[in-house]
Nanobody, 125 residues
Framework: QVQLVESGGGLVQAGGSLRLSCAAS????????MGWFRQAPGKEREFVAA????????YYADSVKGRFTISRDNAKNTVYLQMNSLKPEDTAVYYC??????????????????WGKGTLVTVSS
């Protein structure tokens, strides 16, 4: 069982930056692939970024590629999402997610099994 707690959300102007953090419980964090997803008002949840447990490979949605960076610090049981050049359309609740083992890119939500409660990011124009 993994518990995930997101932080770092807030209000930012378009063009600004934010860094989200996700702290995970448990002693086997390094064996979990991690991801970030978001849900905008009135829309379905969508994939944002993910990072593999084994080789650190990263995956990004086309809409954030080049602007967002996912990273992890296994010593701190934390995964980050650095968000730059933010746009109003990035406004959403951002969720951290985890999956033991490899990312399942062919499954819904990349096969993630554990979810945090989310942190709100609002980008003003």
């Amino acid at each position: 069982q993994v518990q995930l707690v997101e932080s770092g959300g807030g209000l930012v102007q378009a063009g600004g930056s934010l860094r989200l953090s996700c702290a995970a419980s448990g002693r086997t964090f390094s064996s979990y692939s991690m991801g970030w997803f978001r849900q905008a008002p009135g829309k379905e949840r969508e994939f944002v970024a993910a990072i593999s447990w084994s080789d650190g490979n990263t995956y990004y949605a086309d809409s954030v590629k080049g602007r967002f960076t996912i990273s992890r610090d296994n010593a701190k049981n934390t995964v980050y999402l650095q968000m730059n050049s933010l746009k109003p359309e990035d406004t959403a609740v951002y969720y951290c997610a985890a999956r033991r083992g490899s990312i399942a890119t062919n499954q819904r939500d990349y096969g993630m099994d554990y979810w945090g409660k989310g942190t709100l990011v609002t980008v003003s124009s």
